[in-house]
């Protein structure tokens, strides 16, 4: 441990901590139903709760949902915690938030906690609005006085201010991330936990929600630790991040370097290999189930490449064949270029492919000019769509991804991705004005 982080003030320390499930013990929704099920097991029945045809052999087996975290995490901090689904990210907040208890290993958490692991966690739907308020603060060890105090910000920051003294199972989802966050924001307390709590909400009140967090953190000295899929509110957000898979943490530390291990991760376990330069579609269809699959895009290569590396401003040539279902009198392509896997960059909207007769297989090859890109790695998507008479698209193929590229980025500047975004565009053309006059 270095000197700065032996002056930092710990928030959150885990040591050795392990959670153990045993599959198939419990879950039949009830009380009743689990003891009816101990007891048939007791007596070498059969399960009366199992649903017919379900596999039995996993009754008794343990499923570790984390298995041996160290973390410390300190005063101040904004923690993303990102994985694939199963990894143990919500299973290390309900820790936390002491909603269940580890099997092994110990937390000490120094300070009042909020948290928000589901819409409206801790709210009584039958309660108003300003009850739940009342009753949250006093959860936290708040006064009513202190919550008074409060109640003003928390009511105009939820935008739900003529709905305030309604019962909450009333409210829309929306309106109820919205009471919800607001609550965990401005009542009194150390730590915030939030587990996908933007995922609800209108954009313009995602933002808010995010601006209210930097502002805790960076400003209010409070501790954030949020859980996401959406890596863009993991960049804006977040000054560290970890990276949980299995039950484990296999990489702590910087942002952009945490999201590009897991979506490398993401990807290997898709399939896909690191730089690859041919594919066949067919071998492991990454096909969208939306498409209506009139046309097909049955294999692609990238030319000139061994890898799928790239220079700024180096061209990216591939060849692709289309295979028809059917005829088309006009069959067209979209590319559509996304940074780290979710940033919209660009797209190149319509290229015609001409007419189809049905079963007609042809092949195409692409230049496309990809300048403007920064360094970084991209997925490209490739749509096949038709047009209406009213200029309405069907879209026929969805391979999202195609194919993934990276490219190396110049030596001339360093480019910061994350306020200046992911295209640059050419160097305009500044002169010198002498003499120049302004009115006023």
């Known amino acids: 441990m270095g000197i700065e982080e032996k002056n930092r003030e710990v928030a959150i320390r885990l040591s050795g901590v392990k959670k153990r499930y045993k599959l198939g013990q419990i879950g039949g929704g009830t009380l009743t139903a689990d003891l009816q099920s101990w007891w048939a097991r007791v007596r070498g029945k059969e399960d009366p709760n199992t649903i017919v045809g379900t596999d039995q052999r996993l009754v008794g087996q343990t499923f570790m949902a984390l298995n041996g975290i160290d973390l410390t995490v300190y005063k101040g901090e904004a923690l993303g915690i990102i994985g694939g689904n199963g990894a143990g990210k919500s299973t290390m907040l309900k820790l936390l938030c002491r909603v269940t ?65 309604t019962p909450v199972k009333r409210y829309s989802s929306g309106m109820f991330v919205k009471l919800a966050f607001s609550v965990a924001a401005h009542l009194d307390s150390e730590i915030m936990i939030m587990d996908e709590v933007l995922a609800v909400g209108d954009m313009a009140f995602q933002r808010k929600c995010l601006d209210k967090m930097r502002t805790a953190a960076k400003q209010e000295g409070r501790t954030v630790l949020y859980v996401s899929h959406n890596m863009n509110t993991i960049r804006s957000l977040c000054d560290r991040c970890i990276v949980l898979d299995k039950g484990k943490i296999i990489f702590d530390g910087d942002v952009e370097q945490a999201i590009e291990l897991y979506m490398r991760e993401e990807t290997a376990n898709n399939g896909w290999v690191e730089g690859q330069t041919e594919f066949r579609y067919t071998d492991a269809p990454p096909r969208s189930p939306y498409a209506v699959g009139g046309a097909r895009i049955q294999r692609l290569r990238l030319l000139d490449k061994e890898i799928a590396l790239y220079q700024t401003g180096e061209p990216i040539r591939f060849q692709f064949q289309v295979e028809a279902n059917r005829a088309f009198a006009d069959l067209r392509l979209r590319m559509e270029i996304l940074y780290g896997g979710d940033t919209p960059v660009g797209a190149v909207p319509s290229l015609s492919l001409g007419a189809f007769r049905q079963g007609e297989k042809r092949d195409f090859t692409v230049d496309f000019g990809a300048g403007g890109l920064t360094l970084g790695k991209y997925r490209v998507d490739l749509v096949l769509f038709e047009l209406d008479e009213f200029g309405d698209s069907y879209d026929q193929e969805l391979l999202l991804p195609a194919f993934r590229i990276e490219i190396l980025g110049s030596n001339d500047i360093i480019w910061n991705g994350k306020s200046w975004g992911h295209f640059r565009f050419r160097d305009a053309q500044i002169t010198p004005c002498e003499g120049l006059k302004w009115n006023g």
């Open 101 to 165: 208890a580890p099997t092994e290993g110990e937390i000490d958490i120094y300070g009042r906690i909020t948290s928000m692991l589901e819409v409206g966690t801790g709210f009584n739907g039958e309660m108003t609005g300003r009850e739940n308020v009342y009753m949250n603060g006093a959860i936290l060890g708040m006064t009513k006085a202190e919550i008074d105090e409060k109640m003003e910000d928390i009511i105009e920051f939820s935008e739900v201010r003529e709905f305030i003294d």
